[in-house]
Nanobody, 125 residues
């Protein structure tokens, strides 16, 4: 599975961005997907995850109520809608896919086998 994250850019605080993770190579409709981010000088951290069936989602406390993860299996994509962005959201955002099928959400990096290259989100104060 190859993952391509897109949609990053520069936005003012309070603004919105929509990231997209496009998968190729094989369908990911049976796999849970997560988004992680890495801010400059910091370790990568969990942002959100969606189960294979899309019936379950999980968010880091820092983004709860502002970010929404969704999936469009027909397009083999998973999107991340980010609203009310803050300077603290500035980071490279990565999407990742769990290798096992019919899996639920997870905040653990070790549960994800496939990773995209990342897309930069910069939030100006």
């Amino acid at each position: 599975v190859q993952l391509q994250a897109s949609g990053g850019g520069l936005v003012q605080a309070g603004g919105s961005l929509r990231l997209s993770c496009a998968a190729s190579g094989r369908p990911i409709s049976m796999n849970a997907v997560g988004w992680f981010r890495q801010a400059p000088g910091k370790e990568r951290e969990f942002v959100t995850s969606i189960s294979w069936s899309a019936t379950s989602t999980y968010y880091a406390d820092s983004v709860k109520g502002r970010f929404t993860i969704s999936r469009v299996n027909a397009k083999n994509t998973v999107d991340l809608q980010m609203n009310n962005l803050k300077p603290g959201d500035t980071a490279v955002y990565y999407c990742a896919v769990r290798a096992a099928s019919r899996t639920g959400t997870s905040y653990l990096e070790s549960d994800y086998h496939y990773w995209g290259q990342g897309t930069l989100v910069t939030v100006a104060a």
